[in-house]
């Protein structure tokens, strides 16, 4: 009797975990491509995280995402980290050497590959506005900074994390830095902006008629980048598109984050149509029964 291969499989670990698009992107990839892989969501709450990790090398996973609350805090139970892993902070990507455990940050390359190959739009010279200084403002200031990006202007509520992301990126690359809190307001900065990029989540389901104090009205030229996939656009998109700007949401960013995660664990290209249209069906369907 022939044997089967043994199945591989991959987690998510993060808590809560329930709201995630990836099982269904993952799975719906390893099927279309006939490998033997499953993703499975782990809910794993912070104080069980380390015994969460070795589970990984104990079990013999293939790999891991790793979701919030747990991106920074999962660093110190890895065994390497990859240099935008380190840069940034954070790890969204872990793959199983044969038990060693390799954290990556693969947000970095889902924003720029989104941007490219939505948009053709290249980070290398740019100037960037960006909005939000969390764990994905973070994967997207260092993204540009990385991308040669030239200039970049940090908004955020919270003075202390802004600021400290600003000093990090002008330590570590050459990409011009500057926080600026966001009572302070946009005006003067953001109208010859070439990128304006929101990443915090207001505007996200089911608040969806909020709107992040972006004056839309003054930026002349730039692409409007919002991260967040749910609604498909959000009001910051719907009022750029109406300036007729180039607009472009989260999804590409969620997609490309897990076809850069598809190839680490499997060593294949990751069938990036079948997943978008995978992550909207499903969103389809909360939607629907939301
Ligand atoms: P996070 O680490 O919790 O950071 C949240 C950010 O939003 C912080 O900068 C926070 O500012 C700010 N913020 C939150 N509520 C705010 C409010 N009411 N007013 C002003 N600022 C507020 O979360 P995250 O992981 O960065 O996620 C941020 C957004 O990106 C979410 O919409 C998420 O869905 C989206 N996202 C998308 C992708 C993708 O692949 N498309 C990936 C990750 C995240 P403070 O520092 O002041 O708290």
């Known amino acids: 009797m ?5 199945e591989k499989i991959v987690a998510l670990i993060g808590y809560p975990v329930g709201h995630s698009l990836s099982p269904v992107i993952h799975n ?3 099927k279309n491509l006939g490998v033997n892989f499953h993703y499975t969501a782990f809910a794993v709450l912070p104080e069980e995280l ?25 660093i110190p139970f ?7 892993a380190h840069l940034i902070g954070a790890v969204n990507t872990i793959k199983n050497e044969n038990g060693r455990l390799i954290g990556l940050n693969t947000d970095c390359i889902g924003f ?4 490219k190959e939505r948009l053709n739009f290249e980070l290398s010279g740019k100037k960037m506005v960006l909005f939000g200084a969390g764990g994905a403002g973070k994967a997207v200031a260092f993204s540009f900074a990385l ?29 011009t830095c500057q926080f600026v809190p966001w009572e302070k307001g946009m005006m003067g900065i953001i109208e010859d902006a070439d990128i ?12 969806i008629e909020e709107m992040p104090p972006i004056p839309v009205e003054s930026i002349r030229k730039a692409v409007v980048c919002d991260l967040i996939y749910n609604p498909e656009e959000t009001v910051l ?5 109406e300036k007729g700007l180039q607009t472009v949401n989260g999804l590409g960013m969620l997609i490309y984050q897990a076809a850069e995660g598809f190839r680490v664990w499997t060593g294949m290209e990751a069938p990036v149509k079948l997943m978008f249209e995978a992550a909207q069906k499903k969103l389809y369907f909360w939607n629907k029964l939301s």
């Open 2 to 6: 022939e044997k089967m291969p043994e």
């Open 28 to 30: 719906a990839a390893f």
């Open 50 to 74: 380390e015994n969460g990790i070795k589970g990984i090398r104990a079990m013999g996973f293939a790999g891991a995402n790793i979701t919030i609350p747990h991106k920074e805090r999962v």
């Open 78 to 84: 890895l065994d390497a980290l990859s240099d935008e």
């Open 112 to 115: 720029r590959r989104s941007l």
């Open 147 to 175: 991308a040669e990006g030239k200039e970049l202007i940090i908004f955020n509520r919270t003075l202390k994390e802004g600021e400290k992301l600003a000093d990090k990126i002008n330590r570590c690359t050459k990409c």
């Open 196 to 207: 304006v990029v929101n990443a915090v989540p207001i505007g996200m389901f089911p608040k």
């Open 237 to 241: 998109l719907r009022k750029a598109r």
